[in-house]
Nanobody, 122 residues
Framework: VQLQAFGGGLVQSGGSLRLSCVAS????????MGWFRQAPGKEREFVAA????????YYASSVKGRFTIFRDNAKNTVYLQMNQLKPEDTAVYYC????????????????WGQGTQVTVSS
């Protein structure tokens, strides 16, 4: 499975961005998709995850109510709609795919896309 993420950019505080992650290859093996982020000097942290088939999803408390994960199975694409962005949301965002479990642990994910930079100015 190959993942390609895009859609990052520079946005003012309170603004919105939508990230996309396109999966290719053995996509039938995907059980869940997740978004993670990593700010400079910090560990990679969970943002949101979505079950590829059922649509069950959950979020980190820091983004719940502001971010929405959703997908288009026909396009093998998962999205992260980010609203009410804050400067503390600034990070490199990564999408990831897991073959067996819906989880917030980055260690459980099998495939990773390249990151896309999101910068929120105050």
């Amino acid at each position: 499975v190959q993942l390609q993420a895009f859609g990052g950019g520079l946005v003012q505080s309170g603004g919105s961005l939508r990230l996309s992650c396109v999966a290719s290859g053995r996509t039938f093996s995907i059980y869940a998709m997740g978004w993670f982020r990593q700010a400079p000097g910090k560990e990679r942290e969970f943002v949101a995850a979505d079950n590829w088939s059922t649509g069950n999803s959950y979020y980190a408390s820091s983004v719940k109510g502001r971010f929405t994960i959703f997908r288009d199975n026909a396009k093998n694409t998962v999205y992260l709609q980010m609203n009410q962005l804050k400067p503390e949301d600034t990070a490199v965002y990564y999408c990831a795919a897991d073959r067996t479990v819906l989880t917030s642990s980055p260690n459980d994910y099998d495939y990773w896309g390249q990151g896309t930079q999101v910068t929120v100015s105050s």
